[in-house]
């Protein structure tokens, strides 16, 4: 590029604008002003000021758009000034840039330049006027106005429109791209396994909801680790016969470990992402679009794609969002490579071009750490707010509430010494204490659910937990196997508390929670040996007693089949011996049998009685039958309280409700037919009460003290067996289900406000048919 003389500058018109002076500092008295002026300026267009002030107050309500400021500031020995142009539209006189943007900006590059903002708004003629008049008026140095321009870099580079278009659209595109697949995969696994409900049997079993999310962190990191160094590799290394790398200068590690906190932040932000949803397939398909949208609106929005400058601020908000990250990491390089520099770990600290609205590569790899931060909190929250269908939400301000806790040292006080004791409640003087619930209350937000529950669960015994739904059956479980967190009260199992003690306590504990929390691509044996594992077994220890279980549990041919295949019986009997795998020693069973056939069902049950005196058992249920058949101890809760404890015979004394005559009338009951049965039994019993008709079956209740008066009564019926139309009669003294119903009906007169389901209720009540000849 030839050296141009000044006078080619000189293509500044400011008739028509003003010269503000902060100084009174004529420049038409200047010995170089010929340089400047040339006839383009008069007298009238120039205006000194005596301070900086008054000029910009003169500024501010005078100025056109032609307005040119100096602004003076150092002394006569030492030139120190400002020109300031007044920027409408692209004069950007801070922003330094390479050749290819100085073609536009500077003059001499190209003469017939009419653009170059620096060559004909007169910015080089002011600068070397005000030079050369300093020069010769204050240095005294003879004729030193012959000026010259050359392009910097010189000789000048030549213009690789390429460049941009690569590192600006198709680099980031095709990172995004590469791992379009990998995020909406690490987000439809993650909130599979929230769906099925495997995230909180893992928390039930011990895991941390840290590890967990570990765990998916490492499942997305690897592979996408593998891809990043496949880009690396594609970016710098030359490949085949060209001439260089498509990222010639940029140190390779940086390279890499900028799109390694990329991944790591898109993985977080699929997670935050996640916290959303609950259904896998929605979370995916959703999950993908905000991620690409996350991408392009911002982009297209903002005009990032057309270079726009926007301010520092701004950049870093948006870095927030992880592939907008990615965006400014490319220009970044895009910047340095251009200038033949590429980003280094030594000028990583600075603009790439020197403005200061641009954001650095330190910056973008802060703001990616923040990212992950932030979105790790995010999720961290969200999974406690909201979560799923299974596990337990918080609320919305539990941040502050775990901390006013803590600032309070809000710890649950023992209170072991003052157990309440119900009336109702049998001593189970002689047993060792399994678990020991002393005034455990669970609160959430307005709904009591558990209300002062002290309760006893003995060392070796079945205790059946028997109430009314929502009852807070499930509830108390999900406080003895740490599940949820109780309101007030202490919780022992063999004598420890589980505050402090859950990891010593979980490894003697099987939990069978409520529904089947199965892992989907997992096989039977599988499932068996991971839990085993969980409790400390080795693998061949834990391999045997799976076979052996498998084969208790009936479903030895099932040993390879994937769990999502079973039938839901079946399911629910490897939910069982998950529970029972690892030489658990107490089993909380929630309602393990419910979905069973009536066969397995009477296995299940052989099972359990098999371990009653080796393991302590506490177990819900609807069936009055199973908590008859199982049941060493009976609770009933109604309300969140207990409302009777004791073993079967206790209730049953307890809750005497007399004897059940039973009556089965051949084809439908008439209206005579009940009269005659009601004369029939009336006759020698007149204390006998009419308690319900189902179908042809007619139930009068017999009180104890007329006990007496059975036999013949009995004889009488079945004397008469034809003339009554009577096809069976049976006779039972009170059952559990009395018991219940009983228990029931008192909670219900003394002011309950729940509304109890009965006719729901009595759907699962079996009415035992047995003949008692009294
Ligand atoms: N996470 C929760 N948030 C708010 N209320 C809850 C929550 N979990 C349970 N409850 C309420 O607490 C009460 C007790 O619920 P719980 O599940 O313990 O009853 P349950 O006796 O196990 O019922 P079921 O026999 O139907 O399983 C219910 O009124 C229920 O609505």
Redesign the pocket.
Known sequence: MEASPTAKVMQADLRSGELLLSSDFNIKKMPGREVFLNNRLSDANVRGFDTEELLMRYFETNHNDTVVVVLFKGDDKNLDYTIRFFSRGNFQSNVAQTSKRYRGKLAGINEADTTSDYNWKGFLSLQAAIDVSFMENVLKRNNPSVLFTKVMPYPPHIVDNGVDAIFKEMLPLITLFSFIFLCPAVLKRVVEEKYSGTKELMKMVGMKSWMLWLGWFIYGLIPMMFAVIVIVILMKVRMFDTEYPPIEFMDGTLLFCFLILYCMAAIVFCFAISSFFSKPMVAMVTGMLVWILSYFIPKYALNLDTGKQIPWSMSIILNLLPNMALHFGYSIIASYEERELGVQWNNFYKPSSGSKDDITMNNVFIMLIVDIVFYMLFTCYMDNVNPGKYG??KSFLFPLKSLFKFLRRDNNIEVGAATVHLQNVEEGHGYKKGIEIINLCKR?ST?V?VDNLTLDIYQNQITVLL?H???????TMSAITGMIEATSGVIKVNGMNIKGNMDEIRKTLGLCP?HNLLFTDLTVAEHLIFFAKLKGKSSEEARREMKDLLKKLNMSEKEDSMAATLSGGMKRKLCLGMAIIGGSKILILDEPSSGMDPESRRELWDLLLKWRGEKTILITTHFMEEADALGDWIAIMAN?TLQCYGTPMYLKKKYDTGYHLSIMVKGSVTAEDEKNIRNAITEYVEEAQFKTRNGNNIVYVIPNEVQGKIKNLMKNLETKEHELNIENISIMHTTLEDVFLKVKVDTETEGSQDQVDIAGMQGYFCIVSVFQDS
């Open positions: 337990v939400r959430y709904k659910a109430g739904n929502g009852a807070g059956k499930s509830t409520q969140g």
